[in-house]
């Protein structure tokens, strides 16, 4: 299974980041999500990545790389939507070293769009280093690379810094001088910043637990938007204060990864509809639905950006 067609993603991510239109990420923990999400950008004509993630496949039930990818080719509407390979960590979150060489030439051989390396767990000039090099794995083959500088913190096990010493402190802010560097040295297309953003817990003893709501530094961001000149992206996007959002959207933040939301309607649902797949499904639309009119206001925005892309090439 191979997915064909050009690839614009990199097009869309610059008119997005020009005209401030975001693109939401939509992580698939669970195979059945998928089509619910697809199926809701297409009937707002909104545009949004649909992604996974490495610990998704080994911690949930997403299964593989080549699962994933065939049932985006079964549901999805390029039109709408493109996909990507979320958070491959050079170390993971119990600590353990990963063999992204071999994650990324199974992605790269299913046809994956953009993918993403994650060395925030590496010292600066060792996550330039392996950073540059999926950058050259992937670039020959039109394949985007998203790399993340600064700790967005969450999936690692263990008592977590309050929220509240974390932001004040700027705790694993991406710092705005280093990602000028990062930039430039590694040849990186979308970088992934930490501002006060932290994704949601998935040890399994609390993933099911609230969210904190996260506040963001935009006058951080800007700094960091200034140096880095590449389209920004917000991990953590779930549960995030609305007008902090906005103003991350008009800043540079281009793309923004959503999971703890939609997995958490899928699975509520299915628990309280005795397994009901269909169910779960619904209760992902809403939520997609949700996103799309009130948090993020994309509709028409698939239209909208392959106008912009349209007039770029
Ligand atoms: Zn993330």
């Known amino acids: 299974m191979v997915l064909t067609g050009k690839n614009n993603i990199g097009v869309y991510f610059k008119a997005a980041y020009e005209a401030k239109i975001v693109i939401p990420a939509l992580n698939v923990p669970h195979v059945p999500m998928m089509s619910a999400i697809a199926d809701?950008?297409?009937?707002?004509?909104?545009?949004?990545?649909?992604?996974?993630?490495?610990?998704?496949?080994?911690?949930?039930?997403?299964?593989?790389?080549?699962?994933?990818?065939?049932?985006?080719?079964?549901?999805?509407?390029?039109?709408?939507?493109?996909?990507?390979?979320?958070?491959?960590?050079?170390?993971?979150?119990?600590?353990?070293?990963?063999?992204?060489?071999?994650?990324?030439?199974?992605?790269?051989?299913?046809?994956?769009?953009?993918?993403?390396?994650?060395?925030?767990?590496?010292?600066?000039?060792?996550?330039?280093?392996?950073?540059?090099?999926?950058?050259?794995m992937a670039h020959p083959k039109d394949v985007f690379v998203e790399?993340?500088?600064?700790?967005?913190?969450?999936?690692?096990?263990?008592?977590?810094i309050p929220y509240a010493e974390l932001f004040a402190g700027k705790k694993g802010f991406t710092n705005p001088e280093e990602a000028g560097e990062f930039v430039k040295k590694t040849g990186v297309d979308w970088l992934s910043v930490a501002i006060g953003n932290v994704h949601g817990p998935i040890a399994a003893a609390v993933r099911n637990q609230p969210k904190v709501e996260a506040m963001l530094d935009i006058a951080h961001l800007k700094k960091i938007k200034a140096a880095a000149g590449i389209p920004l992206v917000l991990h953590g996007g779930s549960g995030v204060k609305q007008s902090d959002v906005d103003q991350a959207i008009l800043n540079g933040i281009?793309?923004?990864?959503?999971?703890?939301?939609?997995?958490?309607?899928?699975?509520?649902?299915l628990e309280?509809?005795?397994?009901?797949?269909?169910?779960?499904?619904?209760?992902v639309r809403d939520a997609m639905q949700n996103l799309i009119c009130n948090l993020f206001h994309i509709e028409g925005s698939a239209t909208r950006l392959r106008q912009l892309a349209g007039n770029q090439s």
């Open 254 to 269: 281009t793309k923004i990864n959503i999971g703890a939301v939609l997995r958490k309607a899928y699975e509520f649902a």
């Open 40 to 136: 809701t950008l297409a009937e707002y004509d909104a545009f949004g990545l649909i992604e996974v993630a490495l610990l998704e496949i080994v911690k949930f039930k997403s299964q593989s790389w080549a699962v994933i990818a065939a049932e985006y080719e079964r549901v999805a509407d390029p039109r709408y939507t493109s996909l990507h390979a979320d958070h491959t960590p050079a170390i993971d979150e119990d600590g353990l070293p990963v063999d992204w060489k071999a994650v990324f030439q199974e992605v790269l051989s299913l046809g994956y769009k953009s993918l993403m390396i994650d060395g925030s767990r590496l010292p600066f000039y060792e996550n330039i280093k392996i950073t540059s090099e999926v950058v050259k």
């Open 147 to 160: 790399a993340e500088l600064g700790a967005v913190s969450g999936h690692e096990e263990g008592p977590a």
């Open 272 to 283: 309280g509809e005795g397994g009901n797949i269909a169910a779960g499904q619904a209760a």
